[in-house]
């Protein structure tokens, strides 16, 4: 009886510390980040910050819009995300005189990691992963870069799922000086990769301008830079060219606290002059309008613009083209995420996202553009349309606008066809519309009205649309025209002419295959 009460005590025993082990193995794992961060020709490289951020939040919508339809818009990563003016700070650290600096105890996962001096900028690292132990610091990591075959066979990275091993080490990371723009420049010029240029005043460029992927252009308040010669800006996919507010780069309080921080505004960078102007994967933010293009023929894409007044605008040309954009919380109530505007005769919007914008598209003043397989999302107005304006409508997904489509002000005839309305009303037209309006093969799940009219409109021709029921009185309960208006005033109104309507979802509107 002794021995076996031995035994069990002794089992006990051992499972207690079996337990105890276990526990003490299952607290949170921290690792630490070193590395050295040089300063360009400069023998002292103390001082310079090293802040450890969590992971920017991809905004959900863009995210699906990125999955279900690759081809349209901007793929969002941190890379498009990220602004660390912006983010949560973990840790942070500074380098010595050598550049060398270590953080310890950072829980591990995956982290942006920012290096930063007054008067040299900043450089990013995205999806750093710190694992259990010592992690180093690398410029360049090219390994476990995740890859995903597009429909044409090309080997396309994707950034979103892209993580750095930060112990495969290639070389120290390299802060420049700034460059400060207080003059007007008349000479061909290179702006560099990792380099950052200041806007100081506003600035005119009037010969060549060559601005390399990564570098960042940080404009002063209410700034203009108007460049006047040829410009080549084409970024990368996986490295964009930056456009911001000169603001808050190095405030301490950026890396003190995670609340957001309140930005100014640029005032616009704006395209005049010569023909010859390529402008690719590039970020604007922060602006009173991104970018203002006053080229004809001028061609725009993968570019992204956000948290500004106004996003693209073009106008007082012949055509423009603009394809592949994002444009996220764009606030101006006169303006637009992509704007049309005084006399954009031709051209297209095509392949665009417009998210959180006040207006997503806004085409004014005789412009007659092709608008087709945009994705327009959360939105006061997905497409404000006025002023002796006829742009060709179809194949776009209209989701969560309080209104699709908006029509006022002495309208030309236009064409709405193969989209899908996913809104509060899904087109609403107001006064002073003397053309007839074409609307045919969409699909209206509307909450309030698939169609609005307002007084002084012209009657609109709405065959063959699908309601979301088969019910004609329901379908009548979705329209507001003359015949729900009583009195004198029932002679300003026009007739929506609805039938026939479809009894099925039209399966060919929305956005199309690539």
Known sequence: ????????????????????????????QTGSLSGTVQLEDQSDHSCIVIGIYE????????????????????????MTEFDHRFGTLVKTGETDASGYFEIKDIPTGVY????????????????????????????????????????????????????????????????????????????????????????????????????????????????????NGDLTAD???????????????FSSSVFRFPSPVSLYEYKTIELDGTLNKEVAYCK????????????????????????????????????????????????GESEGGIYFGSSVDGGNIKNNVCSNCVNGIKIYNHSNPEVKNNYIVNCNTGIDISYYSSPNIKNNEINFCVIGIKNHLYNESFTIEKNNFNCTIGIKSLSHISNPINVHYNNFNCENYAVSLGSDSF????????????NEDEIQELIYDKNDVEGPNQQYYGIVNYIPFLTQEYKYAGIEEE
């Open 112 to 227: 942006n990691v920012v290096a930063i001096k007054d008067s040299f900028g900043f450089r990013y690292i995205y999806n750093a992963q710190i694992n259990d132990g010592n992690n180093e610091l690398s410029a360049k990591n090219k390994d476990k870069r995740s890859k995903i075959k597009s429909e044409n066979s090309t080997d396309v990275l994707n950034l979103s799922s892209l993580v750095f091993d930060l112990n495969n080490r290639t070389s120290d990371l390299t802060l420049f000086p700034e460059t400060i723009i207080s003059s007007d420049i008349s000479t061909p010029t290179t702006w560099q990769s990792d380099h950052h240029y200041i806007i100081e005043r506003d600035i005119i460029v009037d010969d060549e301008i060559t601005i390399e992927p990564g570098a960042v252009i940080r404009l002063n308040d209410r700034v203009k830079l108007t460049i």
């Open 1 to 28: 009886m002794k021995k076996t009460l031995s035994i069990i005590h002794y089992s006990l025993f051992i499972l207690i510390i079996i337990t105890l082990s276990f526990c003490s193995n299952t607290g949170p």
């Open 235 to 249: 970024g990368r996919v996986d490295n964009f060219i930056w456009f911001t507010s000169n603001d808050s780069i």
């Open 459 to 470: 009657n609109i021709y709405f065959e063959n649309n699908y309601f979301y029921t088969i």
């Open 284 to 331: 604007f933010d922060h602006a009173g309008t991104g970018l203002l293009s006053k080229v004809n023929g001028f061609e725009i894409s993968d570019c992204i613009f956000r948290e500004s007044n106004c996003g693209f605008k073009a106008e007082d040309v012949d055509s423009t083209f603009c394809s592949n954009l994002l444009c996220e919380n764009i606030t």
């Open 55 to 78: 992971l920017a939040e991809l905004d959900p919508d863009i995210v699906d819009a990125n999955q279900k339809w690759p081809h349209i818009g901007v793929i969002i990563n941190q």
